[in-house]
């Protein structure tokens, strides 16, 4: 793989967060993607995200799966841990990290080839087992890296760049990240910032299985009329669902709220989700109704974008298993070996 490093020389009054690190340091080497692609443009809303919630980047796990989608992690927060895996098996990689060390945050990076064919089955268990974690699909409708064939989020009728119609149903991952019990779901589109940087932050706070769905135009291969995940076509059919902001330990950091209904979601962790409303009768705690809404907009030829779902109970694989609180490389020999009488015990209770 390509990799350039950034020159590491930036402006003194560059501005730092709350761990004293400026936003220079959460980036990672310079892109090799395409100029344009909207994959770029996700790598810095993650940036952004990480910068503003003060993550120390060491403090993150970020695996990823094949595809130019999952190239990016080397893009971003290049002092984090990563792991770049096998095609389609990023959440099955990233569930064994999660289990062995709960203490990291984790990102999971995926393309809608990664994740709806070949890791269909291994997106659909870590998202219904809870894995505490922010999963995120650069969602371009095709196989970009491996020059542009339909991938299962492409649309039906929708036409590849030398003329191909697609026959073939959608997977919409958001709706069946709904379906899979996934604590928080989300889509957006790469070239709407605003929308989709408090998504990012919202979802690495949750303590659950949070999953946003990209919409992120290849320009190389699904850019031109006939597509239905280009920048034009997805701009003219975005339906924004709610504005979010968040307000860390209940204090405000962002005061701006045009007027309209507004619903605040407490997370686990203090931090309150404000969300204000664009369209009436939607209400993001309810699972059935997140389902409905966004089968209902979409037989209206809308996509829907924004905060579709969120449990503000969560709960994630290590409470329902019971596991150790710590670190499994930090527990010490006593807790490793416990000794003959607990063996015993443990061999009782399976007789
Ligand atoms: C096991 C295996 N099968 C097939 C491939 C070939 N391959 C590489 S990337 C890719 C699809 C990538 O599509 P997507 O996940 O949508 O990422 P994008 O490039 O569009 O961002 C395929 C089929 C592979 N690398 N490994
Ligand atoms: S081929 Fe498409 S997905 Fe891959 S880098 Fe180029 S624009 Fe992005
Ligand atoms: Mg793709």
Redesign the pocket.
């Known amino acids: 793989m390509t990799f350039l490093p950034k020159p590491k020389l930036h402006h003194p009054k560059l501005p730092t967060n709350t761990v004293g690190l400026t936003r220079r340091d959460y980036e990672g080497a310079i892109s090799t993607l395409c100029a344009g692609c909207g994959?770029d443009s996700i790598s810095a809303a993650i940036i952004q995200a990480c910068f503003n919630l003060s993550l120390p980047p060491h403090r993150i796990a970020k695996l990823s799966g094949?595809?130019?989608?999952?190239k990016t992690p080397t893009y971003f927060l290049g002092a984090a841990h990563g792991f770049n895996s096998?095609?389609g098996r990023m959440p099955s990689v990233l569930t064994g990290a999660y289990l062995a060390n709960r203490d990291l945050v984790y990102l999971g990076v995926?393309?809608?080839?990664?994740s709806a064919s070949?890791g269909f089955g291994q997106f659909a268990h870590s998202i219904r087992r809870g894995v505490n974690m922010t999963y995120i699909v650069?969602n371009?409708g095709?196989?970009?890296?491996?020059k542009g064939q339909f991938?299962a989020t492409s649309d039906k009728g929708s036409v590849a760049k030398k003329g191909a119609v697609n026959t073939d149903q959608p997977i919409d991952l958001a709706a069946i990240a709904v379906q899979l019990g996934a604590t928080f779901v989300a889509r957006s589109f790469s070239g709407d910032k605003e929308q989709l940087v408090p998504l990012i932050e919202a979802a690495l706070l949750h303590e659950g299985a949070a999953f946003i769905d990209v919409l992120s135009p290849?320009v190389a291969f699904n850019n031109h009329p006939g597509s239905t995940k280009s920048y034009d076509y997805v701009r003219e059919h975005n339906e924004a669902l709610n504005k979010l902001d968040i307000m860390f330990n209940r204090q405000e950091i962002t005061v701006s709220y045009a007027p309209g209904e507004v619903t605040d979601v407490v997370q686990h962790d203090g931090s309150v989700l404000r969300l204000r409303k664009l369209h009436e009768g939607h209400d993001p705690t309810n699972r059935a109704s997140a389902m409905h809404h966004i089968m209902d907009r979409k037989a209206a030829g809308e996509i829907v974008t924004g905060l579709i779902y969120v449990d503000p109970e969560p709960s994630a694989l290590h409470e329902h298993l019971g596991t150790v609180t710590g670190p499994l490389n930090a527990l010490g020999d006593a807790e490793l070996c416990p000794g003959v009488d607990a063996l015993a015990k443990v061999n009782a209770s399976l007789r």
């Open positions: 994959h094949i595809g130019c989608s999952s096998v095609h995926s393309g809608d080839g990664d070949i650069e371009n095709v196989y970009g890296l491996t991938s290849c």
